[in-house]
């Protein structure tokens, strides 16, 4: 059972070489877009290293460049056996190369597919990742003093600035952690000592937040501190006032942006897949059309191309047949038949 | 005697048109880039125009978007004579043009050397423009109910956040003007009634800023009131302590972002004179190289090119001399029209 049979006269095979020679410097050019794309999403992930927990979502990017540069030779190759594809003398030198090219590319043509699905399935872990670092960030704000946390204050300020988000879910985050240091705080205020004293673990707690969660935007001067105080503020209703710092919590923020990014880079993605696709059947066709021909004197017949010989199934169990030999599970079936064979005997 | 002779064959010719014809395109490409950065340059004068009080001259970046413009168009047609000046049957079409296209790009060479000199000069009144804008933007801090002025606080903090820093000179003129409105302050409050009647004008003036001030990079959570109390900060002493808000005023931030923008725009410009200059040469010898064939027939003979046809000092007199009988023809006529007519 055939796949795709398709009869092919000389103008028509002479047509699709050419047209494949330039399909395949674009998908060139594609390949070499999906590369940077790589690099500019795994850049976007460094820069925000420090609020992310762990270096699962790498996956994403690191699949991404090394398709692109694995495309890059595909439809160098691509090029080179549709120049060759139509001179009947030069086209058999490639014969032994086609099956083992054709199983490689057809495995990293997936791998692009695949690196889309990914980037869609890894929002789960990249939302827990950066719950925990963020986490560990408003914990760690205040150590300015400590070695490996110096510039997590910074880190942290210029991200909620950025981003215009504030804590981890919301602004209350600020509220459960101690993010003044004892280095400011004088233990002989009576107010500190309460404060101090008010909570089992002995942690200067206030209803107040950084500088860097302020909105510019907000027609009043930013009240950062007893946001729970109505009466330290004049004409302030904490319950019902439209605060003026931001209410999104940075996690949210990130996850927001990151999924944007990446929802943009797959929908590219989709169409350099669907070009490698056009690229790889087209030279599938040419491959089988050409083989025909091979061998006979007048090169101007009319000959048939296919993309599969047998039916998917016939073909994927040739292609594995190799592999699973190598994995010895045919192995039993040999030494079955052999003993078989010595009984009689 | 002609100026800088150089002789010609057949060979020399090709490379001086194939060279000259890749060098204008080079500035079609500069003339494209110069049309950019003045579009660039507009756009961030009107990102801050609200820091100049509106106030800003665009005479610049629009000079820079004309002579980019102008550039791109002088220099696809030099591209495309240099194409056709090896084909006699085409060149002989744009000859009588030559004479005017080189005129035209002397002028614009000089309008090149205006827009340069430009660039450098009014730095100065961009200067001017950013400390009296900016002192009405402090000023006007407080006004986000006042229609026209309603942005001038979220302009003022973003441009203090994004460029590090505080007030116009420096953070005390945080301190000279009210920039907590009315609106926001408890008048039956005692402390309130004492700091207004404190100042002949009334204003609730503090010794803050707003926090846009702050600088995250500090290793103390921000301190923007009463910077000028020392007991009311723990281990806080203003004269020795290095502050953590930015001390650098805004005034001297926004102008050396500006005028790094012009300073490297007018280098740029510099170099397009350049090359404009080395394109007018070239022209100027493959078209005089082609005229002085010998024998136009035979394409391989040798000619002469050169940059002016007698000497510096003479086409300079004769340069003055046209222009003096431009202004004397008239007059020898209105000479002789009484003379007819007697």
């Excluded at chain 2, 205006?114 to 000023?139: D, H, K, N, P, W």
């Excluded at chain 2, 006007?140 to 003022?156: E, I, S, V």
Aim: net charge neutral; glycine share 6%; with cysteine.
């Amino acid at each position: 059972m055939v796949v795709m049979k398709m009869k092919f006269p000389f103008q028509k095979r002479v047509k699709l070489a050419q047209g494949l020679w330039i399909l395949s410097w674009c998908a060139t050019v594609a390949g070499a877009t999906t590369f940077t794309l790589g690099c500019i999403l795994k850049t976007e992930l460094r820069r925000r290293a420090e609020v992310m927990d762990n270096q699962d979502i790498h996956i994403v990017p690191n699949t991404l460049m090394i398709v692109g540069l694995a495309s890059l030779g595909i439809n160098y190759f691509a090029s080179k056996i549709c120049q060759d594809a139509l001179d009947a003398g030069r086209f058999p030198r490639w014969k032994n190369f086609l099956k083992p090219y054709f199983a490689v590319s057809c495995f990293f043509t997936v791998l692009m597919l695949l690196a889309v699905i990914m980037s869609y399935a890894m929002k789960g872990s990249l939302e827990s990742s950066l719950k925990a670092g963020l986490r560990n960030g408003i914990r760690f704000y205040k150590d300015t003093d400590t070695p490996g946390r110096c510039f997590q204050k910074q880190n942290i300020d210029r991200l909620q600035m950025e981003f215009q988000c504030c804590g981890n879910n919301d602004f209350r985050d600020w509220f459960e952690v101690q993010w003044i240091s004892n280095r400011y705080l004088d233990f002989s205020s009576k107010e500190v000592k309460d404060r101090i004293k008010s909570n089992v673990d002995g942690r200067y707690l206030v209803d107040g937040v950084p500088f860097s969660c302020c909105n510019p935007s907000s027609p009043r001067p930013c009240m950062q501190y007893q946001l729970t105080n109505n009466s330290a503020h004049y004409n302030y209703d904490y319950q019902t006032e439209e605060l003026n710092i931001y209410l999104r919590g940075c996690r949210e923020a990130l996850v927001n942006y990151y999924m944007g990014l990446m929802n943009t880079i797959g929908a590219g993605v989709l169409s350099i897949f669907l070009l490698q696709g056009s690229v790889l059947v087209s030279l599938r066709l040419l491959q089988t059309a050409m083989e025909a021909v091979a061998g006979k004197e007048n090169t101007e017949i009319e000959t048939e191309g296919y993309l599969l010989e047998k039916g998917v199934k016939e073909t994927i169990m040739e292609y594995l047949d190799p592999v699973l030999k190598f994995l010895l599970l045919k192995n039993q079936v040999e030494e079955g038949s052999a003993a078989a064979t010595t009984t009689p005997t | 005697m002609p100026f800088m002779p150089v002789k010609f064959n057949l060979q020399k010719r090709v490379k001086l048109a194939q060279g000259l014809w890749m060098l204008y395109w080079f500035s079609v490409i500069a003339g494209i880039l110069i049309f950019s950065l003045g579009i660039f340059f507009k756009i961030e004068l009107r990102k801050r125009s609200e820091m100049m009080d509106n106030n800003e001259s665009h005479l610049v970046p629009n000079l820079l978007i004309l002579v980019g413009l102008l550039a791109c168009g002088l220099n696809a047609f030099g591209g495309k004579v240099c194409h056709d000046s090896l084909d006699p049957i085409k060149f002989s079409k744009w000859k009588p043009m030559l004479k005017t296209y080189l005129l035209l790009c002397c002028g614009f060479n000089v309008l090149l050397v205006l827009v340069s000199l430009l660039c450098f000069l009014m730095q100065f009144s961009v200067y001017l423009t950013l400390a009296e804008g900016l002192s009405y933007a402090i000023r006007f801090y407080k006004d986000t109910d006042t229609p026209g002025r309603c942005f001038m606080k979220r302009t003022l903090d973003m441009t203090q956040i994004e460029f590090h820093c505080c007030g116009n000179n420096n953070f005390r003129d945080w301190f000279e003007v009210q920039w907590i409105s009315n609106r926001y302050l408890d008048m039956s409050n005692d402390v309130v009634k004492d700091r207004v009647l404190s100042n002949v004008e009334g204003k609730y003036l503090m010794d803050s800023v707003p926090f846009s001030c702050c600088n995250p990079g500090s290793p103390r959570p921000c301190i923007q009131h009463h910077l000028t109390n020392n007991s009311a900060h723990y281990d806080y002493d203003h004269r020795t302590e290095e502050l953590n808000i930015w001390t650098r005023g805004c005034l001297e931030a926004l102008f050396s972002y500006y005028s790094s923008l012009m300073s490297s725009i007018g280098v740029f410009v510099l170099f397009a004179i350049i090359l404009e200059s080395v394109d007018m040469a070239g022209l100027k010898y493959l078209s005089t190289a082609l005229e002085t064939m010998a024998e136009p027939e035979n394409p391989e003979c040798e000619s002469e090119g050169w940059l002016l046809e007698k000497g510096v000092k003479e086409t300079f007199s004769d340069l003055l001399t046209k222009l003096k009988t431009l202004g004397r023809t008239n007059q020898v006529e209105g000479g002789d029209a009484p003379e007819a007519n007697t």
